[in-house]
């Protein structure tokens, strides 16, 4: 599968007309769209920040929706948007073991790593990090998303309530620590958010 990453940031006082935007009529375009696998919603509402995927069958199926999305984005978003910030990537790994709740918690650990450790980074998160996860009290779900050419990557941790997310963050630390010298990462960005939406049909 391939997923379109859109990262907005705005006035933490309009946050609510946007995810009413996404969850209506955002959601009615993707489903219009061939291939379309799902969506997933996040939101920071203290902040000011959402984080909205979409996810692909195939990767000519999430460019061939970019233009209707691209020309429709900014009207749906306004008045909150400020920033808007599009990214595309492969899902590398995806490993479910329950539905994620709404209300529930999302956190998202940005990486850098050089590209001809791509498959490193794939196979550590197999074999070390979704172990680990599995374990975690009240853990839906993870998703490993990659920019081979770039060298960028993303892994996406929903759990079933937000006080769950808040007990792992001792431990996961040490985990990242580990898991990021065995893959050859570097973490260049943590961040949690409140789950409205999450709905992937993975096969």
């Not at 609510?16 to 920071?44: H, I």
Request: one cysteine or more.
């Amino acid at each position: 599968m391939f997923v379109r990453a859109v990262y907005v940031t705005g006035d933490p006082a309009q946050t609510e007309a946007a995810v009413r935007a996404l969850n209506s009529e955002g959601r009615s375009l993707l489903e219009e769209r061939p291939e379309y696998r799902g969506a997933c919603v996040f939101v920071d509402r203290e902040l000011g920040k959402l984080l909205a995927l979409s996810w692909w069958g195939s990767e000519g199926a999430r460019r061939n929706s970019d233009q209707v999305m691209r020309e429709r984005r900014g009207p749906m978003l306004e008045p909150f948007a400020g920033t808007v910030a599009v990214e595309n990537y492969e899902v590398a790994a995806f490993h479910a073991v329950q539905p994620p709740r709404v209300g529930g918690g999302a956190r998202m650990t940005r990486m850098e790593f050089d590209p001809a450790d791509a498959d490193l980074f794939v196979e550590t998160f197999h074999a070390s990090a979704i172990p680990r996860l599995e374990a975690l009290p009240g853990f839906a779900r993870c998703a490993l998303f990659l920019d081979r050419d770039s060298g960028r990557g993303s892994v996406g941790v929903l759990f079933t309530d937000r006080s769950a997310m808040a007990a792992s963050r001792g431990g996961q630390a040490a985990a990242r620590r580990q898991d990021a010298v065995k893959a050859r990462v570097r973490v260049v960005a943590l961040e949690e958010f409140e789950v409205v939406h999450a709905d992937v049909h993975a096969d």
